[in-house]
């Protein structure tokens, strides 16, 4: 009897191990996840804070070009206002929220960018050459960053989808999280011509 008895809490013992294996773990994933979120949100504050520069820039040579000196403003004072994501509880329509602030600011330098080729001196500029040059290695490093936030996310999501370590997460709470996704529209390639 005694023999069952200690067979049986060790058979509890090394189950509970595993569960506390198991658990921290998810937590490791979900850790994992917040700093890939964290770097998303860092290259994009980098790209905000290039935008006065720019408009500044820009203002010295086009006088002509307040409306899109505005609509850039604007847009980089929305995305500021713009509510953060709570990383360990955010839903799909949090990310599309943080996104479509993203998207109006993107949007806007592009217009701003597309105006300046009417002013020569100002592409020919070295300070907006630098500028330009920032934010393309900021929209490739956005790409990149939020590839890794996927990638940490599909780690965490199979972790917690995976038998036998789905039981834990449910027992726990922890939940399938959502992916970044590309912008309606981006499967259709512009034309350059």
């Not at 050459?129 to 780690?155: D, M, S, V, W, Y």
């Amino acid at each position: 009897m005694k023999k069952i008895g200690v067979i049986i809490a060790i058979i509890v013992g090394l189950i509970l191990i595993w569960g506390i294996g198991v658990y921290n773990g998810f937590v490791k994933k979900q850790e994992a996840m917040t700093t890939a979120w964290g770097q998303v949100e860092n290259v994009y504050q980098r790209r905000a804070d290039l935008v006065p520069n720019l408009v500044a820039l820009v203002k010295d040579y086009a006088e002509y070009e307040q409306g899109t000196l505005i609509a850039v403003t604007e847009a980089r004072a929305k995305k500021a206002a713009a509510t953060t994501v709570d990383i360990e509880n955010y839903t799909e329509n949090d990310l599309n929220d943080f996104q479509a602030a993203q998207d109006e600011l993107g949007s806007s330098l592009n217009r701003l960018i597309v105006s300046v080729e009417n002013y020569p001196d100002l592409k020919a500029n070295e300070e907006y050459l630098t500028l330009q040059a920032q934010l393309a290695g900021c929209e490739n490093r956005i790409l990149t960053e939020r590839q890794r936030f996927n990638e940490a996310a599909k780690a965490y999501n199979q972790s917690i989808r995976k038998f036998p370590g789905n039981l834990i997460a449910n027992m726990f709470g922890f939940e399938k999280r959502p992916y970044f996704e590309a912008d309606e529209g981006a499967e259709v390639v512009p034309e350059t011509f």
